[in-house]
């Protein structure tokens, strides 16, 4: 049988096609090094993990304690954080978030960034390929190509890919979850789910949305291969550092004090319109009350057209009103932007990809000018945090039943 796959032809173009594409991202990744990594100081987000991840698996010390978060500050700083608003660096994640980053610890520095960045560059082509298989969006070669390229260079990816921001590996976990259970492998989606947690901010609402789909679905693997999962990693967790769970959470409850910025939510009420927290709170009940009620339709909506669109409502959802956001967070917005290209190329097969053309062109230009015309120092200003989600978030609002129909008539159910 190995005899006759090997004299297939199109076995053979595979392997090959296959081979070249290493050695290119090897080459890729070589160039990265000598242009940047090896010139440039900058990757503190990938860098302050890349110390904690060593110091538990190759040094055996704990990544949430003091002594650790002090070594951080004095490479990301030159000096410890003594004074107010500096970085405390400390680790903010579950300790299994080392399991999407173990490979590049045991690597230097600036080869571990670029490996990384050329990781998370390989993340966000994959996601594209998997969610344009989920939607049913048949891109060409070029389009493919071009669509990825845009991506990859789009103000949050771009962002997250210099910075070596754990969500956009987070982000693939996502991807993976939604099209495992589209082929019908619910238990490994189950176990990615639990994945896509590393980061949990931006997956706060995403998880019980998926929880409670899978619930109503009686598609039990899910739930029981994610509750394992998490049992699993906890229990690893206090076997290898029985402290991990308190000195976690002591961590997240000492971020707020040297954090600076707030949910675009308030954002939008109290620097862009001065309308003050009153109006915070009663906006985030109303977007709350319109993700409540995409899940309501998309449970009810038997063949699962609605799904998508309830996922996009709910990351846009979850990034206007979560306490604490990161424009890198955006790159879960990817779900819905892919969705209404896919709408639109179904739509109007021809001129649709040059509209799609038309609106990437437009959103890499136009935020990436933003953030120049805007940018104190290396500092990002708060007018990032809004026009990609509320843009999203207007479409689909406006565009409910055309994106929930294009799905059911292209066969996109779940």
């Known amino acids: ?43 503190n987000d990938f860098l302050s993990r890349y110390m904690d991840w060593r110091a538990l698996v190759l040094e055996g010390r704990n990544p949430y304690s003091d002594q650790v978060a002090e070594e951080i500050q004095v490479i990301l700083m030159g000096r410890q954080a003594t004074l107010p608003g500096d970085d405390q660096a400390g680790l903010i994640y579950p300790w299994y978030a080392v399991l999407v980053q173990l490979p590049f610890i045991f690597f230097p520095w600036p080869w571990a960034r670029a490996m990384y960045m050329v990781f998370c560059q390989v993340c966000i082509v994959i996601g ?51 099209w495992l259970m589209h082929v019908r492998r619910d238990g490994w989606a189950g176990v990615c789910l639990v994945l896509a947690t590393v980061k949990p901010t931006p997956v706060f609402l995403f998880v019980p949305f998926i929880l409670l789909y899978a619930l109503t679905r009686r598609r039990w693997r899910v739930i029981g291969a994610s509750g394992v999962t998490l049992a699993a990693l906890i229990l690893v967790g206090f076997i290898i550092l029985p402290t991990w769970l308190s000195d976690w959470l002591r961590q997240i409850a000492r971020y707020p004090e040297y954090t600076v910025g707030q949910s675009p939510m308030w954002l939008l009420t109290n620097q862009a319109t001065r309308l003050g927290d009153v109006w915070t709170w009663l906006l985030s009940a109303v977007c709350v009350g319109w993700m409540l009620w995409a899940w309501i339709v998309a449970l009810r909506d038997r063949e699962g057209a609605a799904f998508h669109w309830a996922m996009g ?12 956001s990161a424009t890198t ?41 933003l953030f120049v015309a805007t940018v104190q120092g290396t500092q990002e200003q708060p007018i990032m945090f809004v026009p990609q989600v509320a843009v999203v978030g207007l479409a689909l609002l406006l565009g409910q039943r055309w994106l929930i129909e294009h799905n059911r008539q292209a066969g996109v159910t779940l």
């Open 1 to 43: 049988m190995m005899a006759m796959r090997e004299q297939d032809p199109s076995f053979r173009n595979r392997i090959l096609g296959a081979a070249i594409l290493f050695a290119l991202v090897i080459v890729y990744t070589w160039g990265i090094f000598t242009v940047f990594t090896s010139q440039d100081k900058g990757g």
């Open 128 to 178: 594209l390929g998997l969610t344009a298989h989920m939607l049913k969006w048949k891109l060409s070669p070029a389009a493919f190509a071009l669509t990825s390229v845009w991506a990859i260079l789009f103000y949050p990816e771009a962002r997250g890919i210099i910075l070596g921001q754990i969500v956009i590996t987070e982000y693939l976990f996502g991807v993976l979850t939604v």
């Open 313 to 324: 409502v709910t990351f846009v959802v979850s990034d206007l009103i979560v306490y604490r």
């Open 329 to 369: 967070n955006y790159i879960f917005l990817l779900f819905p932007i892919y969705l209404i290209f896919a709408a639109l190329a179904h739509a109007w097969p021809r001129a649709g990809v040059w509209l799609i053309v038309a609106l990437q062109g437009i959103g890499l230009v136009g935020l990436w000018w």
